[in-house]
């Protein structure tokens, strides 16, 4: 794994001139066309933009779900470029969480169990104080021992978030984390999330669609055609709405 020698960068991640292209010849299609962005440390950053704008291809390659095709991804002092299976399979176990639409949580486990799998698979035992405090701040004390079919869609949602906290990551990564839930559960992750940059420092990129739920960010960051084309620093579901309209774009508000 390359390391950058000297101080450590603000960034929790950055792209540099990044592009994704797929297909060849007449059917290539750029999802991403040299996009640079960073992301500071410590704060809380939804990527919104239309169908097919790049967004979620951009979380996937800064996490390392996807290479890119020219231009550079860090994490934290870290260039994921160029790593082999080995490096972007250590790097995803030590250095990013995850949170997707989708819970992933393996039914004949705890919630508990859950929580600490990538740890255990890992090797690795989580510090007790810091459990013991995300366990409190998700507020499933007394659901530790319930399987995923004794939870709510939403509690599945916190475990799954509890899961990607636990484990002290640089960045952690959610893709439409309520995109399954009502509007009151969506609510209670969002909630959860901001706590967790503001009271504990974690570094959160969510790719979200709904302009309630960017606005529980510190900075949206909007793409289209594959280009970051506006952002705004401390949103609310309003100035949200009124870039999507400016962007011509349709959006969907959560009910």
């Known amino acids: 794994m390359t390391e950058t020698v000297g101080r450590q960068s603000p960034a929790a991640a950055r792209a540099n001139d990044v592009w994704k292209v797929y297909g060849t010849g007449e059917a290539q299609v750029a999802a991403l066309r040299g996009v640079s962005v960073e992301f500071e440390r410590g704060r ?33 002092d870290t260039t994921v470029t160029g790593l ?113 940059v503001r009271e504990h420092g974690q570094t959160i990129v969510m790719v979200t669609h709904d302009p309630t739920a960017a606005a529980y960010a510190d900075r949206v960051v909007f793409l289209a055609d594959g280009q970051i084309v506006s952002e705004l620093i401390e949103p609310t579901a309003d100035t949200v709405l009124d870039t999507m309209k400016k962007l011509d774009t349709p959006v969907e508000v959560a009910g």
């Open 84 to 196: 082999g299976d080995s490096g972007l399979t250590k790097l995803r176990r030590d250095k990013v969480g995850f949170i997707f639409q989708q819970f992933n949580l393996l039914p004949t486990l705890t919630a508990q169990e859950n929580i600490l799998l990538p740890m255990s698979i890992a090797g690795r035992k989580p510090d007790p104080a810091w459990f013991d405090t995300v366990i409190d701040t998700v507020g499933l004390r007394d659901r530790l021992g319930h399987r995923p079919s004794q939870l709510s869609g939403g509690q599945q949602q916190r475990v799954a978030c509890a899961r990607a906290l636990v484990a002290r990551p640089e960045v952690i990564f959610a893709d439409e984390p309520t995109g399954n839930l009502d509007s009151r559960s969506g609510a209670e992750v969002l909630h959860f999330l901001r706590n967790s």
């Open 44 to 76: 809380f950053t939804a990527i919104m933009g239309p169908s097919g704008s790049g967004k979620s291809t951009l979380m996937h390659c800064l996490a390392g779900l996807d290479s890119v095709s020219k231009g550079t991804v860090q994490i934290g």
